[in-house]
């Protein structure tokens, strides 16, 4: 059972670039989200999706795109990278209802120069 | 707007010690809240939650937490801690209205070290 899958593990890019980050999840869960990750800040929501064809911002949504054509992918994009985007990136997932227990991806650090 | 406060960054601790990680939340209404641990290189997994009835909530790995609605907090601790419980700890919280109920707001997060 692979869980949430992220890719690439590493990235290093140069400001202005652009990049997809990968999430995939086989649990057939409906909501997704994207979380990055900064040292003495904690996790801060990016953007979610509760369901295929519906997403919605979070806390910090400026500088990324996302889309939700499946139930199982969920993919962040970085439509012209800044170095304040160098942070480590956090998909998760979770069933449907009110629990809010969410299943991490394995994270995927980005570098931008 | 709804904040999650860890005023402990880095505890550092000898095995056997015991341990409390405060958590202070800033939302009055109705929450459900969570401490997930981050092992080194490794992702975040769920320690404990809490959602509703009794306040004293056990979790893995001898890990328990007590939600005490007065005081905002939901601090988490461990009688006995050990070599292998070095992680960084992360307070969340959500609220329970439309919506919003798996949004989680995190803390800063507390770097737990354990000295052998």
């Known amino acids: 059972n692979a869980g949430v899958t992220q890719t690439p593990k590493f990235q290093v890019l140069k400001t202005g670039q652009s990049m997809t980050l990968q999430c995939a999840q086989d649990?057939?869960?409906?909501?997704m989200s994207w979380y990055r990750q900064d040292p003495g800040m904690g996790l801060r929501l990016i953007h979610y999706?509760?369901?295929?064809?519906?997403?919605d911002q979070g806390e910090v949504p400026n500088g990324y795109n996302v889309s939700r054509s499946t139930t199982e992918d969920f993919p962040l994009r970085l439509l012209s990278a800044a170095p304040s985007q160098t942070s480590v990136y956090f998909c998760a997932s979770s069933k449907a209802g009110t629990t809010g227990e969410l299943f991490f991806g394995e994270g995927s650090r980005l570098t931008v120069l | 707007a709804q904040s999650v406060s860890q005023h402990n960054h880095h505890v550092i601790l000898s095995e056997a010690a015991s341990l409390e990680l405060g958590c202070n939340y800033s939302?009055?209404?109705?929450?459900?809240l969570f401490w997930y641990v981050q092992y080194p290189g490794q992702h975040l997994q769920l320690l404990l939650k809490y959602f509703s009835g009794d306040p004293l909530v056990k979790g893995i790995k001898g890990f328990e937490a007590e939600f005490i609605k007065s005081k905002f907090s939901f601090n988490l601790r461990k009688p006995s801690v050990q070599w292998s419980d070095t992680a960084e700890y992360f307070c969340?919280?959500?609220?329970?209205?439309?919506?919003?109920?798996?949004?989680?707001?995190f803390g800063s997060g507390t770097q737990l070290t354990v000295l052998p």
């Open positions: 939302y009055g209404g109705t929450v459900n």
């Open positions: 649990m057939n869960h409906e909501y």
């Open positions: 969340a919280v959500t609220r329970i209205s439309s919506g919003s109920a798996r949004q989680l707001t």
């Open positions: 999706s509760v369901g295929a064809g519906i997403t």
